[in-house]
């Protein structure tokens, strides 16, 4: 698996939002993909829409037009850049390994989903399109968000990594002494975006704080 492709800036991402706790880090990650002007094709899961009633503020339309309207008028997204898909659209692009995106996200990635996928289930869509992903050599990234871990979830995720997705946990740092929440988001998302070979700056790098890249 390629783990940091080069990417044209339009290239089509997947980003898939599950029922763990944590869902304003996919909500940053989805406004940071917005503003690369990237396609985006949105999954989420019945529980991740729980998550999401419970954890932000944030009240996504059912229907499409008006869910489009909302992420033009909420994230400055394009008129359409942004598909939501539901779990069993089996004839989307991201359910064919000739059509798919190569890069996908699953941000946070409950521990029911990092399971299916290690066993290749694909009973739902998010989990088809990981299972594309991993097949056609593409980049995975999965963000683990569960406390504490048990042996089957490490069990899992070191099979996955060996299959050369990125286990990347929601677990910020503090060395860049983050002051509010949203410097621990940056810090999480900004790591996710370096992975993807996007470039960003809402995190600066390690050692360039207060200097110039080269």
């Known amino acids: 698996m390629n783990n940091n ?13 599950t ?3 944590g869902a304003p880090y996919a ?3 989805l406004e940071t993909l917005i503003a690369t002007g990237r396609p985006i094709f949105l999954l989420i899961s019945g529980a991740a829409k729980v998550v999401l009633a419970t954890e932000t503020e944030q009240n996504w339309p059912a229907c499409e037009q008006a869910f489009d309207a909302y992420m033009v008028q909420h994230y400055a997204a394009q008129p359409g850049q942004v598909v939501r898909l539901g779990r069993e659209q089996w004839f989307s692009p991201v359910a064919s390994g000739s059509s798919a995106p190569k890069q996908m996200v699953i941000c946070p990635c409950s521990m029911g989903t990092l399971a299916a996928i290690r ?6 869509l998010i989990e088809r399109a990981a299972d594309v992903v991993i097949k056609e050599k593409g980049q995975l990234i999965i963000v683990p968000r569960e406390m504490p871990f048990s042996v089957i979830h490490l069990e899992n995720m070191l099979e996955l990594a060996r299959l050369g997705v990125d286990i990347m946990p929601a677990a910020p740092g503090f060395y860049h002494h983050p002051t509010t929440i949203q410097d621990l988001l940056d810090q999480v998302v900004g790591r996710i975006l370096d992975h993807l070979g996007i470039e960003q700056s809402i995190m600066p790098a390690w050692g360039y704080t207060g200097c110039s890249r080269f």
Do not use: V
């Open 27 to 29: 909500l940053r990650l």
């Open 119 to 124: 066993h290749g289930l694909s009973d739902n």
């Open 19 to 21: 029922g763990a706790s």
């Open 5 to 17: 492709p080069q990417q044209s800036p339009l290239s089509g991402i997947t980003l898939a939002i």
